[in-house]
Nanobody, 123 residues
Framework: QVQLVESGGGLVQPGGSLRLSCAASGRTFRRYTMGWFRQAPGKEREFVAAISWSGGSTYYTDSVKGRFTISRDNAKNTVYLQMNSLKPEDTAVYYC????????????????WGQGTQVTVSS
């Protein structure tokens, strides 16, 4: 059974940084594209970033390009999201996913999700 455990969220002032981690188990994750989604109050879950199985390709939603960096360590079955220059609009619960693909102009994720980690950007 796939298990995902996100961590690293918290309260940070605008302009600050956080590093999220997602520890995965139950699958050979090095074969899959992994990534992050987020869900703000009252909004649908949205794609944030993805990284190919080798780490050689990364993808970001436009609003985080140049501020967020996704990376992975296949030996540790862990994916990271370094978030810099945080803005209040980045406030959301962040979820990782261990099997994603791009189709029809959108990122599609499988049905295994962790509990998420809350990121709050506020002064």
């Amino acid at each position: 059974q796939v298990q995902l455990v996100e961590s690293g969220g918290g309260l940070v002032q605008p302009g600050g940084s956080l590093r999220l981690s997602c520890a995965a188990s139950g699958r050979t994750f090095r074969r899959y594209t992994m990534g992050w989604f987020r869900q703000a109050p009252g909004k649908e879950r949205e794609f944030v970033a993805a990284i190919s199985w080798s780490g050689g390709s990364t993808y970001y939603t436009d609003s985080v390009k140049g501020r967020f960096t996704i990376s992975r360590d296949n030996a540790k079955n862990t994916v990271y999201l370094q978030m810099n220059s945080l803005k209040p609009e980045d406030t959301a619960v962040y979820y990782c996913n261990s099997n994603m693909y791009y189709s029809g102009g959108d990122w599609i994720a499988d049905y295994y999700w962790g509990q998420g980690t809350q990121v709050t950007v506020s002064s």
